[in-house]
């Protein structure tokens, strides 16, 4: 009798352990990748702008937007939200745009962003045919904070320029960002 009460736990132990794995197998992704963000924001490569409209966000994983797309702030349009960002913690997106197409999509990452890890960041976070090229490294004078400009290009999608930009500030804090725009901004130099 002791061996069937073994035989029968054992049994219903293995049946939740593979129940549970279907689960995580089978769950839908709640988290976006740098990817994701950035194939929401360049239109497909045949089409006539560079840039996809307000309703490409709504399908990022995970994203709690604020309020309905577009709205308007002085002379543009704009959107922000939460994003959990695929193994890095939960960031914020910020669209800006007119009323019919984005301009650029920033992110305020959630971690420090390393600089002289930003390839390997970007490997984990694109897909594996994504061409990743640098346009700029390292400014002259960075010493704690800098930046480095990389032109991005999904597959079957325009190139978009991404800023990544890691600033140190007073009191030990610090802000990590990545711009995404269609061109290179003149803004972003040295």
């Known amino acids: 009798m002791a061996l069937d009460q073994a035989g029968c736990c054992r049994a219903t132990v293995m049946r939740a352990a ?6 995580c197998v089978s769950a839908p992704a709640l988290a976006a990748t740098l990817g994701d963000i950035a194939a929401a924001l360049a239109a497909p ?6 840039t996809n409209d307000w309703t490409a966000f709504t399908k990022l994983a995970g994203a709690k937007w604020q309020g309905k797309a577009p709205a308007k702030g002085g ?21 800006v745009g007119d009323k019919a197409a984005l301009h650029s999509a920033s992110v305020e ?17 694109f897909p594996k045919d994504a061409k990743l ?12 904070s800098g930046s480095r400009i990389y032109r991005a290009t999904l597959a079957g999608r ?26 290179r901004n003149k803004g972003w130099i040295c």
Request: include cysteine; charged fraction near 20%.
């Open 18 to 23: 593979l129940f549970g794995l279907c689960l």
């Open 45 to 50: 490569a045949g089409a006539p702008q560079a």
């Open 75 to 95: 002379n543009k349009y704009y959107w922000n939200g939460k994003v959990p960002i695929d193994r890095v913690g939960t960031g914020t997106v910020s669209l």
């Open 109 to 125: 990452w959630p971690k420090d962003i390393k600089l002289a890890k930003v390839p390997e960041m970007l490997a984990a976070q």
């Open 133 to 144: 090229e640098q346009v700029r490294g390292a400014c002259p004078d960075e010493r704690l």
């Open 158 to 183: 325009k190139p978009l320029y991404l800023h990544i930009q890691y600033a140190a500030a007073d009191r030990g804090s610090s802000s990590s960002t990545i711009e995404m725009e269609p061109q």
